[in-house]
């Protein structure tokens, strides 16, 4: 079984609120598991959030340099 987090164990891990992980998830950017009423998120999608969101800063900061310095 794969583990999973709560929404708060969540924004720990991420270092954001609680609130911000649910408007994530409603906004699909976090994919999550219902069990009734309760929001839980796999460690792995935890991690491809993470990973996604280097990307994406890499991405941009590669952009900036392109664009200031001509790299």
């Given at each position: 079984m794969r583990?999973?987090?709560s929404v708060e164990e969540a924004a720990?891990?991420?270092a954001i609120s609680p609130w911000t992980v649910r408007?994530?998830?409603r906004?699909?950017?976090?994919?999550a598991v219902r069990l009734g009423r309760r929001v839980l998120l796999?460690?792995?999608?935890l991690e491809r959030f993470v990973a996604e969101a280097k990307d994406q800063?890499?991405?941009?900061?590669?952009?900036?340099?392109?664009?200031?310095?001509?790299?």
């Amino acid at each position: 079984m794969r583990a999973l987090k709560s929404v708060e164990e969540a924004a720990v891990l991420l270092a954001i609120s609680p609130w911000t992980v649910r408007g994530y998830v409603r906004e699909g950017k976090l994919k999550a598991v219902r069990l009734g009423r309760r929001v839980l998120l796999e460690e792995a999608e935890l991690e491809r959030f993470v990973a996604e969101a280097k990307d994406q800063v890499g991405a941009e900061v590669h952009r900036l340099l392109e664009e200031r310095i001509g790299l």
